[in-house]
């Protein structure tokens, strides 16, 4: 009996080191390790680097540091790292959610059969807050959608006599179409929730499953093991439809509402690596090691690793002396790590990221990447594009400082040319589609030219004017989106129209840059029309289509009062200017003004978050025929650099120190912007005689110091000007 007792642990060991070696690092894991407190996905230290989307988030959902997990080792979970999201009781019609971006667009496709597994804890605080007739817990969606109209799966809650019922339910299903689960779920208990995505090659015959607490003794095992379902939908075209795009799913969203606590999403293609169980203990390891970058100075670097695990924590870690001394980056404990601004002095450094594992204190350390960096050549002050549209071909070229390259996606509609009174003149005409949006991506550089590259103190300013024709099959106001964008800087630049310039395409991944979003119709419907984005969601082939990939600047014109008020008429040709002015190393200014048939609307700001600051195109994305005009001609499109007045700020001298250099050798110290030059002045009386200018310094940073030997000269004072 011992004997057999004996060979079975160790047959059990061997399935776990098995099970260890097979174990694959699943699409998403979240449990909301060291965020900062506040509104989940509002920024980079509340999610945005782990998917979380700053451009749906909601002040009903937020995370709160310290406050812990949710226990789900009652139910036959590991134990759980991080803390745990709050969702606030939100009883407005419209949905309020927040969004977590696990794929981009094709990453599962309809036409490729797959699993797709979401699981989660989730815990109701008051059940009068669910509605007995059923509300939405949580959602999927399409990779590149807005939360109108459902794409995949929905899973609902219902009160049922004080307690709640889960149901699962297809995009498109009617009402009636939600199968609820019959287990019932009391308020305070935290139950673990699983939903299976099956696509299924074909239409409408894709099969959603889901499971509230599966037995534990199925967790971890494989796909031919998996236990039943609680409920299930799909197959029948009578439970509703589902998504043909070739987009497939990428947006997971947990919506406010009910008063809840949510925790432990897991987002995986294998029932094993949505169910990890209590007392497993993967050690850490890393699938996925960042890569060495070879890029320009001055503009921020990417690197990602892939850990794995149980409950697998990350750190990054810099050396800047060629791998001897490793030293932990603040704040850095995302799967991604976004570097600042790097200068020219950074190239060579090195980083690593190291996963660990608390359960049994297991490290393990990525492959090491280098940043090798080439020094920027700043584009000098003219006029790089000045296109009146001539009929010069706008796809073919040649790319000249008269003639821009233009690309949608298709050659037969959307961007055509046409004759203007008086000749040669042209003017490009933009034809939106009808129940969709287009993309008109313009380029003012070559293939492969470096892009405009603005050295602190200069500025960028691309001019674009634009006749709205008619309105005749305008319904409503959408967004009109016109953006500044840098594809040199590790996007892949379209050179033929076709589906990559589509308007939900754009080749945008990696692609950075700035967006206007404008209210666009013959009256505003928003109260402040002008909202100027900045885009954050670098992995996603979606360039403009979605307002998603972009972290919000704000809106203007200050002061708003614009609601129903008269906006863009037929036949008047408006002129916006869209200006980048690069103020210091690691800000810019970002202004948008509109001007036409005596209208004058602005709206600007300071940005020092991304500081882009090197662009190459500009995209134009009109929303549908029925949200925008019935066509636009496009007359004119400069992009000019030009000097910056750049606002010093006032400063200080801090620090004045005798050297024993020489006679008269001083170290004057200084607060400081970087970017902005210090002349270093000094005469020998200080109420009389001219100023002579020892030095003028660029400042790299928040002090700056400069040291004059005047060799042997009498006693000098000394002064320090900033030049704007």
């Not at 779920?185 to 299976?196: A, D, L, P, Y």
């Not at 929303?623 to 000019?640: G, I, K, P, Q, Y």
Request: with cysteine.
């Amino acid at each position: 009996m011992k004997q057999h007792r004996i060979r079975i642990l160790i047959l059990a060991i061997l399935a776990g080191l098995s099970l260890q070696k097979a174990h694959a690092a699943p699409v998403r894991s979240e449990e909301f390790v060291g965020y900062s407190s506040g509104t989940l996905g509002a920024d980079a230290t509340r999610g945005t680097l782990n998917g979380w989307d700053s451009g749906l988030t909601s002040a009903s959902i937020t995370v709160s540091n310290g406050t812990g997990s949710l226990d789900g080792t009652g139910l036959g979970l590991v134990v759980s790292a991080g803390d745990r999201v709050f969702l606030a009781t939100y009883t407005n019609a419209a949905l309020s959610g927040s969004r977590n971006q696990f794929a981009s667009s094709g990453t599962f496709p309809q036409t490729i059969d797959t699993n797709i597994y979401f699981s989660f804890l989730y815990k109701f605080n008051n059940a009068s807050t669910v509605s007995a007739n059923g509300q939405y817990l949580a959602q999927v969606f399409r990779g590149n959608s807005g939360t109108g109209t459902p794409q995949h799966w929905a899973l609902q809650a219902k009160n049922v006599a004080g307690q709640i019922q889960l149901g699962i339910s297809k995009a498109g299903a009617p009402s009636n179409a939600t199968n609820y689960a019959s287990v019932n779920i009391n308020v305070g208990q935290t139950v673990f929730v699983v939903v299976r995505q099956h696509i299924i090659s074909g239409a409408q015959n894709d099969v959603y499953d889901l499971w509230i607490n599966p037995p534990p003794q199925f967790f971890g095992t494989n796909e031919t093991d998996i236990p039943p379902s609680n409920a299930s939908v799909g197959a029948l075209t009578t439970d509703g439809t589902e998504d043909a795009s070739s987009t497939g799913a990428g947006r997971f969203v947990i919506f406010a509402g009910p008063n809840a606590e949510f925790d432990e999403l897991r987002i995986a293609t294998t029932w094993a690596e949505a169910t990890p169980w209590f007392g497993q203990c993967i050690g850490a390891g890393i699938s996925l090691s960042p890569t060495n970058v070879t890029q320009s100075a001055e503009i921020k670097a990417f690197f990602t690793v892939a850990e794995l695990g149980t409950s697998p924590t990350v750190r990054w870690q810099l050396s800047t002396d060629g791998g001897t001394v490793w030293n932990d980056i603040a704040g850095a404990t995302a799967s991604t790590l976004i570097t600042p601004n790097l200068p020219m002095s950074a190239s060579g450094n090195k980083y690593r990221a190291i996963a660990t594992v608390p359960c049994n204190g297991s490290t393990a350390t990525s492959s090491v990447a280098t940043v090798t960096l080439t020094a920027p050549t700043p584009t000098a002050n003219g006029v790089l594009m000045d296109d009146v549209f001539n009929r010069i071909d706008r796809s073919a070229g040649p790319l000249t400082p008269t003639n821009s390259l233009w690309f949608t996606g298709t050659t037969t509609s959307g961007l055509t040319s046409a004759d203007q009174s008086p000749a040669p003149l042209g003017y490009m005409v933009g034809t939106p589609l009808a129940g969709g949006s287009s993309l008109w991506l313009g380029y003012y550089t070559e293939t492969n030219a470096l892009p405009v590259h603005l050295a602190v103190g200069r500025q960028m300013k691309a001019t674009l004017k634009f006749t709205p024709t008619a309105f005749t099959s305008f319904t409503n106001n959408a967004g009109f989106r016109i953006g500044l964008f840098d594809y040199y800087d590790g996007g892949n630049r379209i050179v033929a129209d076709g589906a990559a310039a589509n308007g939900s395409a754009g080749n945008g991944n990696m692609v950075r840059g700035y967006m206007l979003n404008l209210d666009f119709g013959p009256t505003f419907s928003a109260n402040s029309p002008l909202q100027l984005l900045v885009r954050n969601g670098l992995q996603d082939n979606n360039l403009v289509g979605t307002t998603g990939d972009f972290l919000s600047l704000g809106s203007g014109p200050a002061g708003g009062g614009y609601s129903n008020a008269p906006a863009f008429q037929a036949g008047t040709e408006y002129t916006l200017e869209f200006t980048v002015a690069r103020t210091a190393t690691d800000s810019v200014d970002v202004t948008t003004t509109i001007t036409g048939g005596g209208t004058n609307w602005s709206h600007s700001v300071t940005e020092t978050n991304y500081a882009y600051h090197r662009f190459d195109s500009i995209a134009v994305r009109p929303n549908s025929l029925e949200t925008s005009a019935d066509s636009f001609n496009f007359t004119l499109l400069t992009v000019e650099v030009s000097t910056a007045v750049i606002p010093v700020t006032p400063f200080n001298i801090t620090g004045i120190q005798a050297l024993s250099a020489g006679p008269g050798s001083v170290r004057i110290t200084w607060n400081s912007v970087s970017g902005v030059n210090y002349q270093i002045q000094s005469r020998s009386s200080l109420t009389s005689g001219n100023w002579a200018t020892n030095a003028t310094v660029a400042a790299s940073g928040a002090s700056t110091s400069y040291t004059n030997s005047p060799g042997g000269a009498p006693t000098l004072f000394y002064r320090v000007v900033a030049t704007p």
